[in-house]
């Protein structure tokens, strides 16, 4: 009797410990914006045709995601839109290299799950979550009704800049023989201690409060709204479709892909319809 006494009380504590996590639930709305810096061969593209295309580029990376997270968990999605229409005689094709479609991170396990749609396969990607080694700074600002601190790392990525492509005369995609150009860069964060929670937007976390805004250079991506303990709160479902894999076996497979269709591109050329233009985005 005793023993089922003690089971009841553990199980009790457990459900405990589970509910009080819950009851700290918030969601963040994030925008984010990507600085355009791309050289166009005025030979291959027309003054207009560029300016276009320079326009519908930035619509594509201006985009909305949702976060919802309480203590341990969140949850991180796009909110659905319509895509920017294409110039007219121009093909673009957008490769997004660590994007996610659906981004549940566990911070107490120290684990995610990533569900991500690439080359119409559906991949269920399951790791740990990167242990981020941020350097906390004093230097502080407000976004909306929170102080922020400001926080920074660096990180070592592909350069990619070689990745944008002009199939047509030229060739200007990296030599495939040649090692990949590596650069560092530095990511600065602004966090707020009045939510907190170690969550924030895309693959970043690890910070004592909630992450507001990311600069890694290239993109920003900034909370626009915060609702805490929203009335109709929606559960944090971990998801679970898909062809489950490490972070490192999805990589060798877009890779592969990526290889795949850069050789497609060049074989091509030039299509029948025009200039088609890949742009791939590391991250």
């Known amino acids: 009797m005793k023993v089922i006494i003690k089971l009841i009380i553990v199980t009790a504590l457990l459900f405990s410990a589970k509910a009080k996590a819950q009851e700290f639930q918030g969601q963040a709305t994030y925008k984010s914006k990507r600085k355009i810096d791309i050289k166009l061969d005025s030979t291959q593209v027309s003054s207009g045709m560029a300016d276009q295309m320079m326009e519908m580029l930035k619509k594509q990376f201006e985009r909305t995601y949702i976060l919802s997270f309480n203590k341990e968990e969140s949850l991180y999605k796009e909110e659905e839109s319509l895509g920017a229409p294409q110039p007219q005689g121009m ?7 660590g994007g996610a479609d659906i981004l549940y991170k566990n911070i107490k396990e120290k684990r995610f799950t990533n569900q991500n749609e690439s080359f119409s396969k559906l991949f269920l990607i399951k790791d740990k979550l990167e242990d981020i080694k941020w350097t906390l700074g004093s230097e502080t600002k407000n976004i909306g009704d929170y102080t922020c601190f400001k926080a920074t790392m660096t990180r070592e990525i592909e350069d990619v800049e070689s990745g944008i492509s002009f199939n047509g005369d030229k060739d200007l995609s990296r030599d495939e023989n040649a090692p990949p150009k590596m650069k560092e860069i530095t990511i ?7 939510i907190p929670v170690s969550a924030g937007p895309g693959n970043y976390h690890g910070l004592p409060g909630l992450i507001l805004e990311v600069n890694d250079g290239t993109e920003t991506v900034i909370c626009s709204k915060i609702v805490l303990n929203p009335k109709n709160a929606s559960e944090i479902v971990e998801p679970k479709k898909g062809d489950e894999m490490t972070q490192e076996a999805y990589d060798k497979i877009m890779e592969k892909k990526m290889k795949e269709m850069e050789e497609r591109f060049r074989s091509n050329r030039r299509g029948r319809d025009g200039e088609n233009i890949e742009i791939r985005i590391g991250g």
Do not use: G, H, L, R
Not at 91 to 97: A, G, H, R, W
Not at 188 to 194: E, F, R, S
């Open 188 to 194: 600065t964060a602004w966090y707020t201690p009045q």
């Open 91 to 97: 093909q673009i094709v957008m490769v997004e290299t």
